[in-house]
């Protein structure tokens, strides 16, 4: 088998990442039959991601990996798998109905995780009334075998912006950003 010829090294980052993956999924359960208690962000991005296939925009892409940084002129076959981690970042699921503070004032929503192992820890939205201006999301997922952390900025129609620091056991620090600006 091919794994077994890997460094010893490799093969145990391999396993932990495998791991990790299988530590932090979770059934998606839904709310259904009621009003949603939080925004809708899977709602709004499934919405947004449709508009963005049907106009076929190019992107300006600057993906940056602990330092070094590659741009191209891109153009996005499938939204919804590029903007994944900001649908991901839904709290209406039932269980969690109760999981969040929610402060507003000048056009802006704050939600605010109450427990410490929430994996969306804070979402701001700036509306100009019913239109979305922008969202920020802050994410973080820790445990025995590493820590990540995301902060994903949405400017619907213009940019999105990916940061991620990332902290695994054994295999030290990972910083990520990703930059996508829509051509208009």
């Keep these: 088998m091919y794994w ?16 990790v993956s299988g530590l932090a999924c979770k059934p998606d ?5 009621t009003a949603l208690k ?9 919405a947004d ?8 925009k190019f992107v300006i892409k600057t993906v940056t990996h602990n330092g070094v940084t590659d741009t ?19 709290i209406n699921r039932p269980a969690w109905k109760n999981s969040y503070t929610i402060a507003t004032g000048d056009n802006l929503v704050l939600y605010k995780a ?12 700036k509306k100009d009334g019913e239109k979305v201006k922008w969202i920020v999301i802050y994410t973080r997922t820790k445990n025995i075998l590493y820590q ?8 619907p129609d213009s940019l999105y ?9 054994l295999m030290g620090r990972n910083r990520y950003k990703i930059q996508g600006v829509i051509e208009r």
């Design 4 to 19: 077994c010829k890997l460094k010893p090294f490799t093969t145990i980052a391999l396993i932990c990442s495998i791991m």
């Design 29 to 33: 359960v839904k709310e259904t039959g």
């Design 38 to 46: 939080y925004f809708d962000i899977k709602g709004y991005f499934t």
């Design 49 to 56: 991601t449709a508009t963005l296939n049907k106009l076929g």
């Design 72 to 90: 191209k002129k891109v153009k996005i076959d499938n939204w919804g798998q590029e903007l994944d981690m900001f649908a991901g970042a839904d």
């Design 114 to 125: 109450k427990e410490d192992d929430l994996k969306v820890r804070e979402i701001i939205i």
């Design 148 to 155: 990540t952390t995301e902060k994903l900025s949405y400017f």
């Design 161 to 169: 912006l990916i940061e991620k620091d990332q902290r695994v056991r």
